[in-house]
């Protein structure tokens, strides 16, 4: 069965710096695609950005990157120029590519805050 | 992109009653939803997949008498919470696979349950 794991409970980041959040993910699986989503306090789950494992290029969406590591199972996050506006909880998910309709697996989530 | 409406965002009902939860999919034909429960500060738990015109498949240990899931059609799935229970208080999430769309899971705004 396929783990994801945020061993951070929380962290905490100055305004305008930067933070990486880690994330670690099991599976027997090739082909999978790792996401990481955003619940701010309204608990509205926002795709924050996606990884497919067969693309060895890392995903970037404006201040937003990942560092995917597909030998060692590894998918941390990197919020650059940090906002108040990211605070908020983070989770880390994996879904395999074999079935249309897999289910998404989640980690436990990390909330990061931001200090004005 | 993709819009799930999940309705109602609140609701408060008494022990013994039943309460119904909608989650529509606004501009997409969803033929796979998903249920998730959320307890405060922790991760998203599966609850159960919901496939149109057919029977949902629970998770184990969820209880399918008591969370009775229907996906009548492609872009309405309901779960009613029958004979709540103040242990059943908790916030529910749905989502829905956009298989024509890019990013894949589209969530819903969650439901706030709390049985007095």
């Known amino acids: 069965a396929q783990t994801v794991t945020q061993s951070q409970p929380e962290m905490s980041v100055q305004e305008a710096e930067t933070v990486t959040l880690s994330c670690t993910y099991d599976?027997?699986?090739?082909?999978?695609?790792l996401f990481w989503y955003k619940q701010p306090p309204s608990r509205q789950m926002i795709l924050v950005i996606r990884?497919?494992?067969?693309?060895?290029q890392n995903a970037t969406e404006n201040r937003f990157s990942v560092n995917f590591q597909k030998a060692a199972k590894s998918f941390s996050l990197k919020i650059s120029d940090s906002q108040l506006g990211d605070a908020a909880m983070y989770f880390c998910?994996?879904?395999?590519?074999?079935?249309?309709?897999?289910?998404?697996?989640f980690g436990k989530g990390i909330t990061l805050s931001v200090r004005p | 992109g993709a819009v799930v409406s999940q309705h109602p965002s609140r609701v408060i009902c008494k022990s013994g009653t039943s309460v119904k939860i909608e989650c529509r999919s606004l501009d997409f034909q969803a033929t796979t939803m998903f249920w998730y429960r959320q307890f405060p500060k922790q991760s998203l738990m599966l609850m159960a997949t919901?496939?149109?015109?057919?029977?949902?498949?629970?998770e184990q240990g969820v209880e399918k008498d008591k969370f009775l899931i229907n996906h009548a059609s492609l872009t309405l799935s309901t779960l009613t919470v029958t004979s709540a229970h103040p242990e059943d208080s908790s916030f529910y999430i749905c989502?829905?696979?956009?298989?024509?769309?890019?990013?894949?899971?589209?969530f819903g705004s969650g439901t706030r349950l709390t049985v007095v």
């Open positions: 989502s829905a696979r956009d298989l024509g769309g890019p990013y894949g899971y589209t």
């Open positions: 998910a994996y879904k395999a590519e074999t079935g249309a309709n897999s289910k998404l697996t």
């Open positions: 919901s496939n149109e015109g057919s029977k949902a498949t629970y």
């Open positions: 599976t027997s699986e090739s082909d999978y695609y």
């Open positions: 990884q497919e494992a067969y693309k060895q």
